[in-house]
């Protein structure tokens, strides 16, 4: 931990043994899936549509908020002993408490049920660190990476991903630290470590994600690929060590035994191979089966939420010419079953978007080549979270 970061949350730790030893256990409990919630949500009082981070209906000016194990936008109503009760459909007269995260610092927007201990969400107890927030532009770095966090759990238990935390498994459960480049000490690299994740607070701000991307010649670079990506490293370990998969996995993305330190060193020396877009989803990825296999799974969970996205929205394309690309509607559900249905639909979903952002003066908004090898990595992550790693 640097000087210039500190322990989450600064208030609530007083009465605490250190930042996990009093909370609930947090990775195993699975958030009931929902498909009609996913991406699209309405205020419970006034039917105005709204987004998931939303805290405030701008219709009626309901406090909204997240409620975890219903998966659900809820608004709500202060009651008497000072807790709120839902208003949402399905969730019965539930009384719930902000996360103090929401209540104090203003960077959640996640309901804790009145009887729960914990004073923290489950995504907020998982950042053990945070950056100073003596420096007011931090505060707007935490929330862009906490939302980011967010956003990522709920994919994760979208897909009914198992979440251990370093309360359960104190070696190498998951737990993020968000961190600070400080004068006198290294440099901090965002990256993945038997669990621990790490993000440099500076990919929360647009301008420095930019400047990065243009050095690195990077077509695409976002905080929640940040964050997707290094989950990506945390479910290899997790499922993919001992797993009868193994041997498959080595046979597509290469061989994860190969020194890292040496293979980094080589292809920040050399750089990609120059046919690279015909066997991997970026320059990146050619650097180590492990980074390979983390770009990849990124990737995945891009069209894993993207698409059930566009399905939530009902939308379909229907172009007058029968051979341009169309897709049809299909129930959220049912989206990521198929392998298969999900890149026939991917692609022309792909094109409508960068057509979208043309019309508009915007760069590709996916900016990617899936070749044939590529679509068979993407098929094998598919394999490995269906089946939990299980042959």
């Given at each position: 931990?640097?000087?210039?970061?500190?322990?989450?949350?600064p208030v609530a730790l007083?009465?605490?043994?250190?930042?996990?030893?009093a909370?609930r256990?947090s990775?195993?409990r699975r958030l009931?899936?929902?498909?009609?919630?996913?991406?699209?949500?309405?205020?419970?009082?006034?039917?105005?549509?709204?987004?998931?981070?939303?805290?405030l209906?701008?219709r009626c000016?309901?406090?909204?908020g997240?409620?975890?194990?219903?998966?659900?936008?809820?608004?709500?109503e202060p009651w008497?002993?000072g807790s709120?009760?839902?208003?949402?459909?399905?969730?019965?007269?539930?009384?719930?408490?902000?996360?103090?995260?929401?209540?104090?610092?203003?960077?959640?927007n996640?309901?804790?049920?009145?009887?729960d201990?914990a004073?923290?969400?489950?995504?907020?107890?998982?950042t053990?660190?945070?950056?100073?927030l003596?420096?007011?532009r931090?505060?707007a770095?935490?929330?862009?990476?906490e939302?980011?966090?967010r956003r990522?759990?709920?994919?994760?238990?979208?897909?009914?991903?198992?979440?251990?935390?370093?309360e359960?498994d104190?070696?190498?459960g998951?737990v993020?630290?968000?961190?600070a480049?400080a004068?006198?000490?290294?440099?901090?690299h965002?990256?993945h470590?038997?669990?621990l994740?790490?993000?440099?607070?500076?990919?929360?701000?647009?301008a420095?994600?930019?400047r990065?991307?243009?050095?690195?010649?990077e077509?695409y670079?976002?905080l929640?690929?940040h964050?997707?990506?290094?989950?990506g490293?945390?479910?290899?370990?997790?499922?993919m060590t001992d797993?009868?998969l193994?041997?498959?996995?080595?046979?597509?993305?290469?061989?994860?035994?190969?020194?890292?330190?040496?293979?980094?060193?080589?292809h920040?020396?050399?750089g990609a191979p120059?046919?690279?877009?015909?066997?991997?989803?970026s320059a990146?990825?050619?650097?180590?089966?492990?980074?390979?296999w983390?770009?990849?799974?990124?990737?995945?969970?891009?069209?894993?939420?993207?698409?059930e996205?566009?399905?939530?929205?009902?939308?379909?394309?229907a172009?007058?010419?029968?051979?341009?690309p169309?897709?049809t509607?299909?129930d959220?559900d049912?989206?990521?079953?198929?392998?298969?249905?999900m890149v026939?639909r991917?692609?022309?979903?792909?094109y409508a978007?960068?057509s979208?952002?043309?019309?508009m003066?915007?760069?590709?908004?996916?900016?990617?080549?899936l070749?044939?090898?590529?679509i068979e990595k993407?098929?094998f992550?598919?394999?490995?979270?269906?089946t939990?790693?299980?042959?």
């Open positions: 931990m640097t000087t210039s970061d500190c322990r989450q949350p007083a009465s605490r043994s250190g930042a996990y030893g909370h256990a990775g195993r009931r899936r929902t498909p009609t919630a996913l991406r699209t949500y309405h205020c419970s009082r006034c039917h105005q549509q709204v987004f998931h981070e939303n805290v209906c701008e000016d309901a406090m909204l997240f409620i975890e194990d219903a998966g659900e936008i809820s608004a709500f008497p002993d709120w009760r839902a208003l949402a459909p399905g969730v019965g007269e539930g009384r719930y408490l902000q996360c103090h995260n929401y209540a104090v610092e203003h960077v959640c996640r309901m804790i049920p009145v009887d201990p004073t923290l969400c489950r995504s907020c107890r998982l053990a660190v945070i950056p100073s003596l420096q007011e931090n505060r770095r935490w929330y862009q990476l939302r980011a966090k990522l759990l709920y994919t994760l238990n979208q897909l009914q991903l198992p979440v251990v935390s370093r359960e104190p070696e190498r998951l993020f630290e968000f961190l480049d004068e006198g000490t290294p440099k901090v965002t990256g470590d038997d669990g994740i790490t993000i440099n607070i500076a990919e929360a701000d647009d420095h994600r930019a990065v991307r243009e050095q690195m010649k077509p670079r976002t929640l690929g964050f997707r990506h290094e989950i490293h945390y479910y290899f370990l997790r499922l797993s009868p193994l041997d498959d996995c080595r046979a597509l993305f290469g061989d994860d035994r190969e020194d890292y330190g040496e293979a980094m060193q080589r920040y020396a050399n120059d046919d690279w877009q015909t066997s991997y989803i990146y990825a050619t650097m180590h089966p492990y980074e390979d983390a770009e990849t799974w990124a990737h995945y969970m891009h069209m894993v939420d993207t698409l996205t566009a399905s939530a929205c009902g939308l379909h394309l172009p007058p010419d029968p051979t341009e169309s897709m509607a299909l959220v049912r989206v990521t079953r198929s392998f298969n249905d026939a991917w692609f022309p979903l792909t978007l960068n979208l952002n043309r019309s003066g915007m760069p590709d908004i996916y900016p990617f080549t070749g044939p090898p590529v993407l098929r992550v598919h394999r490995v979270i269906r939990q790693g299980e042959a």
